[in-house]
T-cell receptor, first 113, second 110 residues
Framework: DTGVSQDPRHKITKRGQNVTFRCDPI?????LYWYRQTLGQGPEFLTY??????LEKSRLLSDRFSAERPKGSFSTLEIQRTEQGDSAMYLC?????WGMGAFFGQGTRLTVV | ELKVEQNPLFLSMQEGKNYTIYCNYS?????LYWYRQDPGKSLESLFV?????AVKQEGRLMASLDTKARLSTLHITAAVHDLSATYFC??????????FGAGTRLTVKP
């Protein structure tokens, strides 16, 4: 296993378009997280899955954001009607349990023009 | 809502010197994580601290946790250039996720 992989690495989209990102976690990891990071800031929590169940979602997250993890394996994050403020690095991470550090992917850099 | 504060936010230090980064958090938690991020790269897990008084060391870095004071420290001993990076603390929240501080950008100069 080569770690957490994310696709695409970069995405440029026009305002108002929908985008979808994919995350493939480390295969035996049941916990999966999505974070958003802007320049000079720490990662901001978006949502968390344990297996296929979405157990937590940030209250700061608008209804334009949705995430799924069918079958408890890969996950997708969709942003509808993108806005310029959505431009950021979107990070996916996975872990075996809360007592262990998470493994982060390389991220998807989204630019909304 | 949990608040996580790191200081300093920027740290420039000379090789061979020692320094400490501080991480304060606002609500009770029993998990504290430290991560490293190099420019343009993703985050790498350094330490996981799970109990009051926990101390972990790896090379020139040592992390500790005081849950009563809601404080964790990352101590750097005899800094070398390779330690230049941004260091984040993250606090366990709601039994599930981690909430990150703003990060400390460390530059080690010869």
């Amino acid at each position: 296993d080569t770690g957490v992989s994310q696709d695409p690495r970069h995405k440029i989209t026009k305002r108002g378009q929908n985008v979808t990102f994919r995350c493939d976690p480390i295969s035996e990891h049941n916990r999966l997280y999505w974070y958003r990071q802007t320049l000079g800031q720490g990662p901001e929590f978006l949502t968390y899955f344990q297996n296929e169940a979405q157990l937590e979602k940030s209250r700061l997250l608008s209804d334009r954001f949705s995430a799924e993890r069918p079958k408890g394996s890969f996950s997708t994050l969709e942003i509808q009607r993108t806005e310029q403020g959505d431009s950021a690095m979107y990070l996916c991470a996975s872990s075996l349990g809360w007592g262990m550090g998470a493994f982060f992917g390389q991220g998807t850099r989204l630019t909304v023009v | 809502e949990l608040k996580v504060e790191q200081n300093p936010l920027f740290l420039s230090m000379q090789e061979g010197k020692n320094y400490t980064i501080y991480c304060n958090y606002s609500t009770t938690s029993d998990r504290l994580y430290w991560y490293r991020q190099d420019p343009g790269k993703s985050l790498e897990s350094l330490f996981v601290l799970l109990s009051n008084g926990a101390v972990k060391q790896e090379g020139r870095l040592m992390a500790s946790l005081d849950t009563k004071a809601r404080l964790s420290t990352l101590h750097i001993t005899a800094a070398v250039h390779d330690l230049s990076a941004t260091y984040f603390c993250a606090v366990g929240y709601n039994n599930n996720d981690m909430r990150f501080g703003a990060g400390t950008r460390l530059t080690v100069k010869p």
